[in-house]
C-alpha cells in the first residue's frame, strides 16, 4: 500500500468518526429538550392541581390573589432560580402552608415556574 493511500484511508475515518460524533451531539441534544419540554408539562399540571387554589399560575397572569404572588411574577423575579425555588420549599413559610414536595416534584415544578419567564 502506498503511503498516499494510507494517509487518505485515515482522512475518510476521520471524516466518518467526525459525523457520527456529530450525530451523537445533536441526538442527546434534542433529547435533552425533549424531556425538558415534559418536565415542564408535569409541573404545569401539578401546579393546576396543588397550586392554583392561592398562585395565579398561568402565564403572563399577574396575581389576581392579595396575597400569595403570580407564577408569573415569581418567574420574573430576577433572584428567581430552580435552587432558589427549591430552598423556598424546603424552609418553613408563614402564609403558605408547608407542602411535601418530592424531589422530582420540585423539579417539575421550577421547570414549570422558570418556563414562563419573560426577560
Ligand atoms: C393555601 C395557599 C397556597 C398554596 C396551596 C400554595 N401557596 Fe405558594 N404561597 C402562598 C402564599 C400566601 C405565599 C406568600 C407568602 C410566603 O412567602 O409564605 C406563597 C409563596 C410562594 C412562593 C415564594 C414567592 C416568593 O415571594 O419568593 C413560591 C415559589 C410558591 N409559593 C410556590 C408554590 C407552589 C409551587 C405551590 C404548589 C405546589 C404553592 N405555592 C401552593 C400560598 C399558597
Not at 387554589?53 to 396575597?67: K, L, Q, T, Y
Request: with cysteine; glycine share 6%; net charge positive.
Amino acid at each position: 500500500m502506498s503511503h498516499n493511500v494510507r494517509i487518505s484511508i485515515g482522512i475518510v475515518i476521520l471524516i466518518a468518526l467526525s459525523i457520527l460524533f456529530l450525530f451523537g451531539v445533536v441526538h442527546t441534544a434534542a433529547a435533552a429538550s425533549r424531556s425538558g419540554s415534559r418536565a415542564v408539562a408535569e409541573g404545569h399540571r401539578l401546579a393546576q392541581a396543588w397550586c392554583q387554589s392561592c398562585h395565579a399560575i398561568e402565564p403572563r397572569r399577574d396575581g389576581f390573589f392579595d396575597e400569595a404572588p403570580s407564577f408569573q411574577s415569581i418567574a420574573d423575579r430576577k433572584g428567581t432560580t430552580a435552587l432558589s425555588l427549591k430552598v423556598f420549599w424546603r424552609t418553613s413559610h408563614q402564609n403558605m402552608p408547608n407542602l411535601v414536595i418530592s424531589p422530582e416534584q420540585a423539579e417539575v415544578l421550577s421547570a414549570y415556574i422558570l418556563s414562563l419567564r419573560r426577560n
